[in-house]
């Protein structure tokens, strides 16, 4: 089936940046929407960004004009660069693959604080 490995989290100060990347194996890559959720302990998880196959983007109102979605279709990657981060950023990051149903990855963990 879809299996992702993810990287990229960590502790970074606010203002700062990180990238997630998300590596997608078992699928058509493609022409499949991608994207990224978070979620914090006793929360549901919340949406970030969305990028679909032909390349449109998407995002949440917190995170747009500091969060970027991108995709390589050739190493079936998905990154989300993450600027200016803020304490509320912190949480559990998981890509997404919507192939007919959605698939998860297993999370990483982003923390902002000084």
């Known amino acids: 089936q879809v299996q992702f490995v993810e990287s990229g989290g960590g502790l970074v100060q606010p203002g700062g940046s990180l990238k997630l990347s998300c590596a997608v194996y078992?699928?058509?890559?493609?022409?499949?929407?991608l994207g990224w959720y978070r979620q914090t302990p006793g929360k549901q998880r919340e949406w970030v960004s969305t990028?679909?196959?032909?390349?449109?983007?998407d995002y949440a109102a917190s995170v747009r004009g500091r969060f970027t979605i991108s995709r390589d279709n050739a190493e079936k990657m998905v990154y989300l660069q993450m600027n200016d981060l803020k304490p509320e950023d912190t949480a559990t990051y998981y890509c997404?693959?919507?192939?007919?149903?959605?698939?998860w990855g297993q999370g990483t963990q982003v923390t902002v604080s000084s």
């Open positions: 997404y693959l919507e192939m007919g149903t959605r698939y």
């Open positions: 990028i679909f196959g032909g390349g449109a983007t």
């Open positions: 078992g699928s058509i890559f493609n022409i499949y929407t």
